[in-house]
């Protein structure tokens, strides 16, 4: 039996159903169409390193690793240090997440959990709305609008209240500015509330109705049902959704150029005016030669290391808090 | 349900892949702006010929390349002229590679940049402007200030208005204790670049920070992008001085100061006295200069120039005619564009020299 089926393979596939028989060759296709795809997005993300990387060689050799991370950048002088920038990233990239991401899984909890489905359909439309905007008008009405508004009836106010409290004081006391680290990273928080919403909303939704209607069943109430059953089954697609939104935060330009001050300065103080990597990269470029350049572009590389190195983290969070609750 | 969200999550990830494409795109097309064969039309070089001509770079030209290039058509339909405003580096850095036929630049090539260019650049001044001190005082119009003055209110030495110093030099204005807010550029820019050279040779030591197209202010300077963005600032501030180009000054109806020149007189920033201070200067042969700090009783202190940068040597016939076609216009007919426009014409013998410098380009 089994030499027959070896010696004559191409007959057996014959009378195969003929189901299977389309099979391979949609399979084969799919197949390089797939690892292609992913190929070419590993191509293009090797491409760019290498050629930024080259780029950039005449500023890390000159300024070496003292020079890259002091905090004078000062074309008039060739200082090119990058620290008042990876600073201003990864503050305003702070700021937003722990603003956008309770109110965005909140908001999924509530379109999943709590809301009617034809009610929860219009407030989806609305949330995906602001995701459309285009950041260049985000930014426009964050400098326009919003930095002037939030200066004098926010924080002039709060940075007189905490002026001189320890802690308090050297986070929010003055100086005061409309376009602020904090500015930028409430907008941010904005723009990235939308994607973050969305994607959670997408992994709450994957949870088993059966595990939900076991905890019910237990007697939990529907925030235990939520701690006990959504949470963990959601933990990780959720974290996910962070990085996304992190990812973009760190990332932004426009919006953050224009209204982060434009001053390259590390300050505790978060009213105070700051610079981020994709800002300055954005507003020096046009101009810059030479060892500049070279600088503008190893922010580049710098920033593509950052975000690694952050969702590196992060997953390693990720894979750590569920191994600790597998094993509780 | 589990079918829908497979395909949102794929065009999640499609959406994420374009994005990584696109700014693949955007990088690779600002290195390499658009591709031009040195007058593509090099086989049609009969008469004033015909092709097309691409330049890039500074903003301050901008408006006068847009102005000249819609006028051109009538002059010589057979030539397409495009500009990108793309800002001065960016425009030299363009030339350099031989992407682009001209380039505009408010500064000459800094040594640094000398080594990645092949060949011989030649500079054909374009046009000059003053850069205006405006500022927003409510109840005060007409300021004077000097250039140790306006060094020390922009390193944040002299923080309000009511300062000995501003007054010693406006007797008879009464100056509020409003304080001083500075409106400077975030991005990098030819008017920061001259607004700083002239504190540099006219305030001398007091001028702490240097000259570049990128100053680092004292930080509680508010930056804003584009002359129009620091026009913005200092309008919706009372308190607020800074330095802006007198086109984009006049279109927002700031109000600006007299300047002290190197002759001791004040003068108000204007074309004319912006074509005073030209007209002052001492020109190079090689046609580069400063304008800032020129003597003359009459010339405007903080006046700045343009240039458009080309190749001596052409890789065809057709090129060099089209460029010198071109350029030839920007210097004749197209200088009396330029008053309406709030720029500046050159001084004739300046324009003379850079007429006559044309017929140095050549294949």
Redesign the interface.
Known sequence: MSSVTQADPAKQAGSASPLTRRRPLGDRGFQILALA?GLL?LV??V??AVSTTQQSTDWFSKAGVKGIFSTD?????NHFGAMAFVYGTVITSVIAIIIAVPVSVAVALLLTEVVPRRWARPIVYLIDLLAVVPSVVWGLWG??VFA?WIQSSVYSHIASAVNGIPLLGSLFGP?V?G?SFFTAGIILAVMITPIVTS?SR?VI??VPVIDKEGAYALGATRWEMIRGAVWPHSQNGVVGAVL?GLGRAMGETIAA??VI?????VTSRLF??GYSMPAVI??????????W?AALIGMGVLLFALTIIVNLAARGIVERSTRRMRGA | ?QLR?SK??TA?GGA??AL??SV?AC?SSSSSSPPSSGGSGSTSGSGSGSGTLNGAGSTFQLTFQQAAISSFKSVDPGITVNYNG?????G??ALASGTVNFAGSDSTI?P??QSSFKGTVLYFPVLIGPITMSYNLPGVTSLKLTPAVIAAIFQGKIKAWNDPAIKSVNPGVSLPSTAITLAVR?????TT?NF?LFLEKAAGSAWT?????????P???????GNGGVA?VIK?TPGAIGYVDYSTAKASSLTFASVKNKSGAYVAPSPTSASAAAGAVTVKPDLTFHAVWASGANAYPITYQTWDLVYEKQPNANAAKLLQSYLGYLLGDGQQLLTQLNYAPLPASLDSMAKAQLSKITS
């Open positions: 795809s997005v293009i993300l491409l760019i950048w000062d074309p008039a002088t400098i326009l002037p100086p500015s376009a994607l997408e939704a994957t996304l150029a224009l001050g434009s001053s390259a300065t105070a005016t954005a507003n020096q470029f046009p101009e810059a030669a030479g060892e350049r | 349900m969200r949102q999550v999640v994420v892949v990584a494409l693949a990088s793309s800002g001065s580096g960016a030299r850095t800094p640094t940049e975030s991005d990098s820019s030819g670049q700083s920070l240097g000259s570049s197209s990128i100053i680092k202010w930080s509680t300077a508010h930056a804003a992008s913005q919706s």
